[in-house]
């Protein structure tokens, strides 16, 4: 007796059953071929060393196990990744589909301060219940891979590889980084001792601690990167930041900034993924210019994009912030000092998109204070205004506003001067962008271009700037002041100054504490721990202090493509042979949101790592070939779900109403899959019906089998099912490969409305379940048992389509009188419209309507209908 269906000889009231169309039992059939996919190990992926089959690496965006648990936004990417990897897998591929978790960081600490819990035993209930909601979902995880951020013998690897930040620098004349060892010392630093020698080394090293303006958030009591503050908002409280100098240990992105566009040339990734990743690493080419100032030793160093209206700078713009201000507050230089410090503490309340809109246009004179134009040696106003920020360019801006709208109101309100250096067309527009210089001495006359070119050439002959590219992008900041991440595994001894812990004494532990909310100093709860905090230098043994700030949950998360392919490795974070094999990955689909956080320092974490010989020259200087986002859920109605509004939707509670398959389905048929959707009911009941159609198609199948099998007789497709099974095998797999999942869905639908009441043969039959399979795993595998097969239908093979069954030879077209459709003609597909038009003229029925009748006009749609007017 084969499982679900039986078949014995039917009774009066069997027969009345049977005609009446059955559920989906999937309350019965979902949870057992779960249970055997895990028992048969049917998704797990091969070692290098047990295949000769190409691999394919499919990967989501691991999730943050949040106390909330997911919502059915989450499962979308979970599904449609799913498909991708079902289908290369039934094409032959090692498939790699590995799932974890990115679970430090701040909203478990939260949660647990404001509970009274540990992060940890939140983490770990949080974790249990992902993966339970996850496997509802009959998704084609490798569980056997599974990783966990805060598991030690993971991050293990992380301070390990931060360690390796530290011991290495930026070759500009290789562009690529080196081991520190190899760092050469000029002769005027080895002579004034190690002291210096170890400054400079530290000045050079991808990882190292400085003092900075960082980004506060005085509500989680936490420094931020630029990627978590944008436009002076913290990305995870959503409150507004401060600013505030403090001592960080930093990771030095900038080094890879042009690589980090230019790489792009070289991955398969949605434009706007592209280019929001050039537009927050912001390269622009200009020149560096010196500015001389009275009254003071001091250079003001700016940097611009157009050097060749420097004859049009009446005034300068300093941040607030700019240490120069600082240094002539502290040296008296400024003589409004009361006025300008206020200043200051009122620019501090103001988020970076506030300074920037300046709607009043603020600003202060340092009187005391004035700089020199290079160009033409006239004196101009220092000023400090809020609308400058310092982590742009230098932190400096010459002014010239007659060019700048910003520059041009500041000028205005503050009666400042304003000299035309550009001419549009002959005019002197306000704001001109490029044209001709004029009013510029040696420039006149000249295009934008060549007269960047002259102004350049002409600091530089004099020493007064170079030509020089800038970067948006800032080093990353990567101390966070919080317990719940991975400690920094860094001593500082007062005679050896920074030193990393030996690999022997890795991983460091995250010490169990009593308190671990965050301070109102900013120093990390750790600093309290005496016992953890002092420890003896492993250089030289003397006293020393470990580092007590931890690592950004990004950290984790910015190498963990790598841990999966070889998870269970305890020499190394995985082997060569590991990589070699299943690196790059072939799609990584992840959040919009990421772009400029994790994606990016995720590229850059992986080109160190690529520089340095840890990553094989042959897994190539991109982690990902292919990157793709994935659009929102929304609510019924089109709003954003949100607990507030009441309108998130639980996916337990879907799949207990109408099963995983449905719910995989709808989710992909929704929409498209980079489109926002809105939840539909109705729509979710939809699908419902389609599955119970193919269950019931299924069962037809299955009845039609035994008979077959009894009376040793065939059944075959008609040309016309036939043709549009081909047509379908074709279809889904190309929406597969361009993830057009809604379409391929419908395409099914389409088939199985055609199917439902047909004779069909078992081989066509088995392609039709195939190519479903990857859509409704479940249903799929518990009718391709049922048709006597041992092994999985996800082990199958991906059916081919024959290019010529797809066309079909012969058409049937419908001819028409008078609108009326009288008959029908059997023609060839290529059939001329006259050989078309005389058959149709002698089909017997259609003759009868056309005898004693003049033809009045002739109509052909071409393989569809010919129609006479009489």
């Keep these: 007796m084969r499982r679900g269906f039986s078949f014995t000889t039917p009774s009066s009231r069997d027969i009345l059953i049977a005609v009446m169309p059955e559920k989906y039992p999937f309350k019965d059939i979902e949870p057992k071929w779960q249970q055997w996919w895990e028992a048969h190990g049917t998704y797990r992926a091969k070692d290098p060393d047990q295949t000769e089959a190409a691999k394919y690496y499919g990967l989501v965006e691991f999730p943050y196990p949040s106390g909330e648990g997911l919502h059915v936004g989450h499962p979308r990417s979970y599904t449609a990744i799913d498909i991708m990897t079902r289908k290369k897998r039934m094409e032959g591929r090692n498939v790699l589909y590995p799932m974890g978790w990115d679970a430090f960081g701040l909203p478990a600490e939260n949660f647990a301060i404001k509970n009274k ?27 056997t891979r599974e990783i966990n951020t805060t598991d030690p013998g993971y991050y293990r690897w992380t301070q390990w590889m931060f360690i390796q930040f530290f011991d290495s620098w930026y070759d500009e004349t290789t562009n690529v980084a080196r081991p520190i060892a190899t760092l050469h010392i000029p002769e005027d630093i080895e002579t004034k001792g190690e002291i210096a020698v170890r400054e400079y080394r530290d000045s050079k090293r991808l990882a190292f601690k400085s003092k900075t303006t960082i980004n506060w958030c005085p509500k989680d009591k936490i420094g931020l990167a630029n990627e978590e503050a944008v436009g002076g908002i913290c990305d995870r409280c959503g409150g507004p930041v401060e600013k505030r100098v403090k001592e960080q240990w930093m990771l030095r992105i900038t080094a890879y900034a042009d690589r980090l566009i230019d790489d792009l040339a070289q991955v398969d990734y949605l434009e706007k993924i592209k280019t929001q990743q050039i537009n927050w690493i912001g390269r622009s080419e200009g020149a560096l210019i010196k500015f001389q100032t009275t009254n003071s030793k001091s250079q003001i160093h700016v940097f611009t994009t157009r050097p060749d209206t420097l004859f049009g700078a009446t005034y300068m713009v300093l941040a607030p912030e700019h240490q120069l201000v600082a240094q002539w507050l502290e040296d008296g230089t400024i003589t409004n000092a009361k006025e300008v410090k206020a200043y200051q503490t009122a620019s501090k309340k103001k988020t970076d998109i506030e300074r920037q809109e300046n709607k009043k246009k603020t600003g202060v004179q340092l009187k005391g204070v004035m700089a020199v134009n290079p160009a033409n040696e006239k004196e101009i106003p220092v000023w400090i205004a809020d609308y400058v920020l310092p982590d742009y360019g230098t932190g400096v801006i010459m002014a010239v506003p007659a060019h700048d709208e910003r520059d041009f109101e500041f000028a205005k309100k503050f009666e400042l001067e304003i000299i035309n250096v550009v001419q549009d067309g002959g005019k002197d527009n306000p704001f001109a962008g490029e044209g001709t210089a004029v009013n510029s001495d040696f420039l006149d006359g000249l295009e934008t271009k060549k007269a960047k070119d002259k102004m350049i050439a002409w600091l530089e002959k004099n020493n007064i700037g170079e030509r020089k590219i800038n970067f948006k992008l800032r080093d990353w900041v990567f101390s966070r002041q919080r317990y719940w991440g991975e400690p920094i595994p860094m001593v500082h001894c007062d005679h050896c100054g920074w030193v990393p812990l030996n690999d022997k004494d890795l991983p460091l532990l995250l010490p169990d504490v009593e308190n671990y909310e965050p301070t109102d100093t900013g120093d990390s709860p750790l600093a309290a721990m005496t016992d953890w905090v002092e420890v003896k230098c492993p250089i030289c043994g003397a006293e020393a202090r470990r580092e007590t700030d931890t690592m950004p949950g990004w950290a984790g998360s910015s190498w963990y493509f790598l841990r999966y392919c070889d998870p269970k490795n305890t020499e190394t974070f995985a082997s060569p042979e590991a990589l070699k094999y299943w690196m790059p990955v072939d799609l990584y689909n992840g959040g919009m949101e990421h772009t400029t956080l994790h994606l990016l320092y995720s590229r850059f974490w992986y080109k160190f790592l690529f520089d340095r010989g840890f990553v094989p020259a042959s897994c190539g200087p991109e982690p990902y070939k292919v990157r793709r986002s994935h659009a929102m859920i929304l609510g019924e109605g089109g709003i954003k779900m949100s607990k507030s509004k009441g309108n998130v939707v639980n996916p337990d509670d879907v799949i207990d109403e109408y099963g995983s398959d449905v719910f995989r389905m709808y989710e992909m048929f929704i929409g498209p899959y980079d489109a926002d959707a809105p939840w539909s009911t109705h729509g979710i009941q939809g699908v419902k019906r389609f599955l119970d159609k193919v269950w019931n198609l299924g069962k037809e199948q299955i009845k039609n089998e035994e008979l077959r099998i009894k009376n040793a007789g065939g059944l075959a497709a008609s040309s016309d099912v036939e043709r549009l099974l081909h047509q379908t095998i074709k279809k889904v797999g190309e929406d597969i490969d361009g993830m057009h999942f809604n379409t391929a869905v419908s395409q099914l639908m389409i088939l199985t409305n055609e199917l439902t009441g047909q004779e069909i043969n078992k081989r066509d039959f088995e392609s039709y379940l195939r190519i479903l399979a990857p859509f409704a795993p479940h249903l799929t595998e518990e009718m391709w048992h049922e048709l006597g097969h041992e092994d999985s239908i996800h082990q199958a093979p991906w059916p081919a389509y024959d290019p010529d069954k797809i066309v079909a030879d012969v058409i049937t077209v419908a001819v ?53 007017v009489v």
Aim: no cysteine.
């Design 117 to 143: 819990k540990h992060p940890s035993e939140f983490t770990a209930k949080n974790v249990a219940n992902f993966k339970r909601q996850i496997k509802l979902f009959g998704t084609g995880f490798d569980w």
């Design 816 to 868: 028409q009188v008078n609108g009326k459709v009288r008959g029908q003609v059997q023609v060839a597909v290529d059939e001329q419209e006259s050989s078309v038009r005389a058959q149709a003229e002698a089909e017997p029925n259609v003759k009868k309507y056309l005898e004693g009748k003049t033809i009045k006009k002739v109509i052909y749609v071409k393989g569809k209908i010919m129609s006479f």
